[in-house]
């Protein structure tokens, strides 16, 4: 009875789980346009029911190199691109009531608009980040981690070297709960491993907000109002379950 109550605790906690990870993928989605608010619902259920399904052939494929969640992420996230490539058209397909064919059209109109102006939004903060020319990736290496934006194997070897991969990982730990403090003593860890310069956590914590700073002035021109400090974060999380 007990190991039974086991089993069953163990399947509860993974449904949960996967019911939040699936209600943040679909959420960004919806907030970006790419799903219609109605659809939120239906979108979930569907991609909850897809990963339980295959979990025995998502868990088998799973490497170890980055979390169980991280994992689940990305293979949730392309569960919500294909539902989208798949329903799109359904989701805005014209009925013969006039009412519903105006707010079709305008939802399609306002829809492909965001969607459009994200991407827009995107590329220029990704020329942005490649204008720092040799430290782009030590940039986009520290602005991920300092945000708690979950970070791909290839940056990491790009600012650090693969050879020091494991080290750098080792550092760097587990993000989840630490302080900013916390965050930029082991970045000055980083950087004394990687660059051999012995500097602390308050110096990594300037340079980063230098590098936000200009990252800024190159996103908003003279409209100083437009992108923050939090919306600097929320286009690296956009990036990453975009391109992960």
């Not at 790419?34 to 399904?53: N, T």
């Not at 602390?200 to 923050?228: C, E, P, S, T, Y």
Request: aromatic fraction near 10%.
């Amino acid at each position: 009875m007990q190991l039974s109550n086991k089993i069953d605790q163990k399947q509860s906690e993974f449904l949960s789980t996967i019911k939040s990870i699936s209600s943040k993928v679909v959420g960004r989605y919806v907030s970006r346009g790419a799903i219609p608010e109605r659809e939120r619902g239906d979108v979930e259920d569907s991609i909850i029911e897809k990963f339980v399904l295959k979990k025995e052939q998502i868990d088998n494929r799973f490497k170890g190199k980055s979390k169980r969640s991280t994992y689940y992420t990305a293979v949730i996230n392309r569960m919500c691109c294909e539902v989208i490539r798949k329903e799109h058209k359904h989701w805005h397909v014209v009925t013969n009531n006039s009412d519903e064919e105006f707010h079709h059209y305008a939802t399609v109109e306002l829809d492909s608009a965001k969607q459009t102006y994200v991407n827009e939004e995107l590329k220029r903060f990704n020329n942005s980040i490649m204008l720092f020319n040799g430290t782009h990736s030590k940039v986009l290496l520290f602005l991920k981690y300092y945000f708690d934006i979950p970070l791909q194997e290839s940056i990491i070897t790009e600012y650090a070297g693969y050879n020091n991969k494991e080290a750098v990982l080792k550092i760097l730990g587990n993000r989840k709960g630490l302080s900013k403090a916390a965050v930029t003593e082991r970045l000055a860890k980083l950087v004394l491993l990687v660059e051999n310069r012995d500097i602390g956590g308050d110096a990594v914590r300037m340079w980063i907000n230098k590098q936000i700073n200009v990252l800024l002035n190159r996103m908003n021109g003279n409209n100083k109002r437009f992108h923050n400090k939090e919306t600097i974060g929320i286009m690296l999380e956009m990036k990453f379950y975009r391109f992960y």
